[in-house]
């Protein structure tokens, strides 16, 4: 090692003009806050990194398995299913697509780096800084949104040259960012709950992808036959998928703003519920 | 005015969720700019006093303060004046070893330039500026452990925490840390609290020792006061004897 003993005499992590210390060294609230920015940022860009980093496996996959969904069925079984309730059934599938990829990477992203860190010890570097659990929380769910959402939009472009286009911009992006915030948070929480790789993907195997798929994606739930019908609409997904849908083509069956409001709460709750169980530490920390 | 203690540690208690009481009625107070040893068997409670301190370890009844914050009340303070170096080697292994340190930096609040010039010179000072490009699994052992103990610096904490640094690393490194944390503690007042099993490590470095055992401090001096209490020509002797006294010998 070299002789010298880097950094004499300079300030520490979270100094600036207007923040500043204490004059003993010690950061003052403002400095805090700054630090607690810059941390968060930090934490965030390390996790979309990951996923731009792993994109062969983080970001193709999906959209590989969602254009071969759409042309399957919209392109090859096209003759066959030419319209569902009066439009195009590529364009009808397209909603149900695009939630199903929110849902499942979203999800993925955040329990998979999160459980990850845990089991190979590095999430210490994070327990153990400044940052409080809602930063971390947060930033974790970042990861999955960005994944989420790039693979979504990835998705659309390579079906808007096919489908009739976006009857309702700001409702379809809508519905997606609620999506995301619910099923980050949700893989956040199994992150922290898993106990293995196998409990990690049970919950996204068996629960999460039945679900999506079962939402109505490539039917209309009106037109199932009973009991399939009824129990459909226990499946939260449909509602996400429906209101997608709305989004897109203007169709839908449920009320769709009152979906986006049992949406937009369902995502503070899980939002909190993910918080509330890094806080404890539960699983996190002995 | 009384002087604050870069580590004041008064009645710690904790029981893991299992029943094992892991720390027994623990004080323990390291001096600012003070080098501290602490040495005692494995599963003696050491590790989980280092977690509590850092926040890797919740629950603790007692009191824990850094440099006058109360770690467990008001932990983010504490924290960002805490530099730990852990027992095991665990980096992220999705970054490169200057993102390690850059992006440990941040997570204590330094902006992105500073944490990345603080990477450089800490990456110079660790011989590490090679393989800053490097992933952490392509580091050899050493390495890793050079850049785990770089880790710890990198947001210049007023106290290191340095949990068995030089396990398992060869001789050469070992007196070359030795040097750097010597200095890290004249130059920049550093105050340090060393882990070790390594005897002589403690001897050449350390002001004082504590000895914990079954999660009590029961033996604390300099060297020559450890010497002096308990016998042997070496500290070797007189660790010796104190772990091996019956726990009621053990002195508080």
Redesign the interface.
Known sequence: ????????G?????D?PSAGTVP????GDA??R???R??T???SG?EV??VT??WSQTILPPVITAVLFMAVFGGALGGELRQVSGIQYLWFILPGLLITTVTGQAFANASTSLYQ?RN???I?????????SAEVVISYMVGGLYRGWIAAGLVLVAALPFVEGVENWFLALLVMVLTGIIFSALGVITGIWADSFDQQAFIAALIITPLSLLGGVFYNVEDLAEPWRTLSMFNPIYYLVDAERAGITGLHESAVWLSIAVAAVVAVLVTLWAIRMFRT?RRL?? | MRAVHALGIHDLDKVYGDGTRALQGLSLAVPDGGFHGLLGPNGSGKSTLIGIITGLVRGPVGHVRVFGHDAVADPRRARTLVGLAPQEVHLDRFLTAREVLSFHGRYFGMSTADANARADELLAAFDLEGKSGTRPNRLSGGMRRRLLIARALVHRPRLAILDEPTAGVDLELRQDLWKYLSRLREEQRTSILLTTHYLEEAEALCDRISMIRDGRIVAEGTVPELIAQFGGPRLEDAYLRVMRAEPTEAPR
């Open positions: 090692m070299r002789g010298t003993v880097p950094g004499e300079q300030s520490q992590p979270g600036s003993d060294g010690r950061m400095a805090l700054a630090a607690s810059r941390g940022l930090a934490l390390r990194r990951r980093k792993l860190a190979e010890g590095y210490d570097d994070v327990l153990s800084s400044p940052l409080r530490g920390r002995p």
